[in-house]
């Protein structure tokens, strides 16, 4: 059985979002991006964040590299979905869910290096520093949080619980 907390409400994060997305307008001013979305947990972010950007967006798509089972990070990191297009000389948004660990951003960072792109930054919905093991940094943040496992907002909990329109601390009870 599972109980909830509420921790961010639909309210915080839509302004916040706006507020995120006019800093990534005004540093990228004058230039065009492309938008690569985290699935799955980053697919209402990253839809919530295009609609609030004064930026050329040459093009969005979705990438797919590992997933959890249960909430403990596996460390196995497994390619699901590329893109399908050249992205050297792009500057590419990289629009994450939440970053925990860090490894799965990381790893993706060096993967998409190697294809020459002209810059990548990263922007995650919610960031929690202390569970940190690499030294990645997200260029953007929407909100720090503790060490609670999340849901709502397009995070899940196996599965569960991606359509939240808050965000609340999942509580699993055994039973
Ligand atoms: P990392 O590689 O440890 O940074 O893991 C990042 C990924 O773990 C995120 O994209 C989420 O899919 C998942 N994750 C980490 N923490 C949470 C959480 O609190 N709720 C839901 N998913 C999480
Ligand atoms: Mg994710």
Redesign the pocket.
Known sequence: MAAFDLMISAEEINSKVKEVAKRISEDYKGESIVVIG?L???FIFTSDLVRELDVDVETLDFIQV???SG?K?TGNFVFKKDISFDISGKNILLV???????????KLCEMLSMRNPKSIKICTA?D?PS?R?TD?VPDYNCFTIPD????GYG???DGKYRQFKDVKI?RIKDE
């Not at 994450?96 to 990381?106: F, H, Q, V």
């Not at 609670?148 to 849901?151: C, D, G, L, T």
Request: proline share 0%.
């Open positions: 985290v799955t947990g980053a590992s997933s959890y909430d990070s994450e869910d939440i970053i925990d660990t860090g490894r799965t951003l990381k919610f929690k569970r093991v990645l609670e496992f999340i849901v995070l899940d909990y999942v």
